[in-house]
């Protein structure tokens, strides 16, 4: 992906919230090839929400830049999936910002967190197992705190 021009702000790098864009067009992409993509809304009636998600911004991009988003499913049970997510400078590889979300499957019908289906519990347990391998990464967990000296 590239950084649009028009996503820049007045400090003269890319705005927070297109960090999200450009996380949530990866997710897209993942959950696209699981199976669920957008006629899975139109034909099966489901979806997902995301519940809660946390960024940390480590490096700042400009317009212009190509960037690489990764995911890694670090968890999932009958209704959620736990995700982590990188966004890399493409050519130099860098670390620029990390995403942690947590997605809950919806019954759109009944706008309600529903069970995954077959199919797509059995394509995030090939994602699970593919990923087995792969650490915890390092920036996963984090909080949100101001530590008080002692």
Not at 13 to 29: G, I, K
Not at 65 to 76: E, G, P, S
């Amino acid at each position: 992906m590239t950084v649009r021009d028009d996503w820049i702000d007045y400090n003269g790098h890319l705005n927070m919230a297109y960090y999200n864009v450009l996380f949530d067009t990866a997710v897209d992409e993942v959950f696209h090839r699981l199976g669920m993509g957008p006629n899975y809304v139109k034909t099966r009636g489901g979806s997902f929400f995301t519940a809660e998600v946390h960024v940390c911004y480590l490096r700042e991009l400009s317009a212009g830049m190509k960037v690489i988003a990764t995911l890694q499913l670090v968890d999932f049970d009958a209704k959620r999936a736990h995700f982590y997510q990188e966004l890399r400078h493409a050519d130099e590889g860098w670390l620029s910002a990390t995403s942690e979300q947590l997605s809950l499957h919806v019954d759109m019908n009944a706008r309600k967190v529903a069970p995954w289906p077959e199919d797509i519990a059995a394509n995030l347990t090939a994602l699970s197992q593919a990923h087995a391998s792969l650490p915890r990464p390092e920036r996963a967990g984090r909080h949100i705190e101001i530590r008080k000296k002692p």
